[in-house]
């Protein structure tokens, strides 16, 4: 069974930066494309960013581009949100997803097949 631990969450204020993340318990990484995702309260789970099992490809939501930068480290076995310029909207929980068979598409809830438990990014004054 495949786990994900997120970490590096917390509080941040407006214009404040944060870094994301997030560890699998996995023999090798690097077969797998991985996503980060966030739900704000009341609202559905959506797509931040993604990056291919090769790392050559990375996709941004429309309101991250520009701020938010996704890496991997396959040696550590993790993947990474680099979150700057941050926003109030920007508050949520925050999901890394792990996809198995990465085919081109990322960026959908429904490609993914393990979730971490997620972690609180809240942005406040």
């Known amino acids: 069974q495949i786990q994900l631990v997120e970490s590096g969450g917390g509080l941040a204020q407006p214009g404040g930066s944060l870094r994301l993340s997030c560890e699998a318990s996995?023999?090798?990484?690097?077969?797998?494309?991985l996503g980060w995702f966030r739900q704000a309260p009341g609202k559905e789970r959506e797509a931040v960013s993604c990056?291919?099992?090769?790392?050559?490809?990375?996709k941004y939501a429309e309101f991250a581009k520009g701020r938010f930068t996704i890496s991997r480290d396959d040696a550590k076995k993790t993947v990474y949100l680099q979150m700057n310029s941050l926003e109030p909207e920007d508050t949520g929980v925050y999901y890394c997803?792990?996809?198995?068979?990465?085919?081109?598409?990322?960026?959908?809830?429904?490609?993914?097949?393990?979730w971490g438990q997620g972690t609180q990014v809240t942005v406040s004054s």
């Open positions: 996995v023999f090798t990484l690097d077969y797998y494309a």
């Open positions: 997803a792990l996809h198995l068979e990465y085919s081109g598409s990322c960026m959908l809830n429904s490609d993914y097949d393990y």
């Open positions: 990056i291919s099992n090769s790392g050559a490809i990375t």
